[in-house]
């Protein structure tokens, strides 16, 4: 007989998930989880993981599409190689985590606590929330202040921080009269972006000249 993903967690938590086994609409949100997983190989179709607490999760070549991650924490977990589809991953944390060549497409990440190093990510038309896209040319930036890491997310007309005592949203227009540290390190990512987007120029004027070869 085949059990849902929650039962099979709490009943045998050191269980791996094998190739080609699928789970479609499962909950186990709030739960905490302290021993070691094995998500590999699998598929994962409209699960609710919001506001679960991974300890030692391993996961490998695994697809989550629209899953909920909202609020989810990751502890010391691996995550390689996998694909994240259409999730929500409001406010989710992976400090602490090791997060490789793996995907994020279409999937919402405002006030995500991601890896600071997105060398061996993607991250593919990432939003703030439902509606509002990021128009920054990375998914978010790390800044670290005297006590606080900020993560800055990049919409249209504003800029929104989160740290880790304070939410603030700062107009594009209000910047000037921002308060520091906030509006330092607003102009740090803004010069940072900007030389993302003068990079990207030059290379599709290199192309262009070299008719596609590099």
């Not at 993560?151 to 929104?160: A, G, L, N, P, V």
């Given at each position: 007989?085949?059990?849902?993903?929650?039962?099979?967690?709490?009943?045998?938590?050191?269980?791996?998930?094998?190739?080609?086994?699928?789970?479609?609409?499962?909950?186990?949100?709030?739960?905490?989880?302290?021993?070691?997983?094995?998500?590999?190989?699998?598929?994962?179709?409209?699960?609710?993981?919001s506001e679960a607490q991974f300890h030692l999760l391993m996961v490998s070549s695994a697809?989550?599409?629209?899953?909920?991650?909202?609020?989810?924490?990751?502890?010391?977990?691996?995550?390689?190689?996998?694909?994240?589809?259409?999730?929500?991953?409001?406010?989710?944390?992976?400090?602490?985590?090791?997060?490789?060549?793996?995907?994020?497409?279409?999937?919402?990440?405002?006030?995500?606590?991601?890896?600071?190093?997105?060398?061996?990510?993607?991250?593919?038309?990432?939003?703030?929330?439902?509606?509002?896209?990021?128009?920054?040319?990375?998914?978010?930036?790390?800044?670290?202040?005297?006590?606080?890491?900020?993560?800055?997310?990049?919409?249209?007309?504003?800029?929104?921080?989160?740290?880790?005592?304070?939410?603030?949203?700062?107009?594009?227009?209000?910047?000037?009269?921002?308060?520091?540290?906030?509006?330092?390190?607003?102009?740090?990512?803004?010069?940072?972006?900007?030389?993302?987007?003068?990079?990207?120029?030059?290379?599709?004027?290199?192309?262009?000249?070299?008719g596609g070869k590099t």
């Open positions: 007989m085949m059990m849902d993903l929650n039962t099979l967690t709490k009943t045998f938590p050191s269980h791996k998930l094998v190739m080609g086994e699928q789970f479609a609409q499962e909950t186990i949100s709030a739960l905490k989880i302290s021993s070691v997983l094995n998500w590999s190989d699998t598929i994962f179709v409209n699960c609710d993981f697809i989550f599409f629209k899953c909920d991650f909202s609020g989810a924490r990751f502890r010391a977990c691996d995550i390689d190689g996998s694909e994240f589809i259409s999730c929500n991953l409001t406010c989710a944390e992976m400090l602490g985590s090791e997060v490789s060549d793996t995907t994020f497409i279409d999937c919402i990440i405002g006030g995500i606590k991601g890896p600071v190093c997105q060398q061996n990510l993607n991250f593919y038309f990432p939003r703030y929330s439902r509606n509002l896209p990021l128009t920054s040319q990375a998914p978010y930036y790390v800044m670290t202040t005297a006590g606080e890491l900020l993560y800055i997310f990049k919409t249209e007309d504003s800029w929104r921080i989160h740290g880790e005592h304070r939410r603030l949203i700062i107009k594009n227009e209000e910047l000037s009269k921002a308060e520091e540290p906030y509006k330092t390190a607003i102009e740090t990512v803004s010069k940072l972006d900007d030389q993302r987007i003068s990079l990207l120029t030059s290379k599709e004027k290199v192309k262009a000249k070299t």
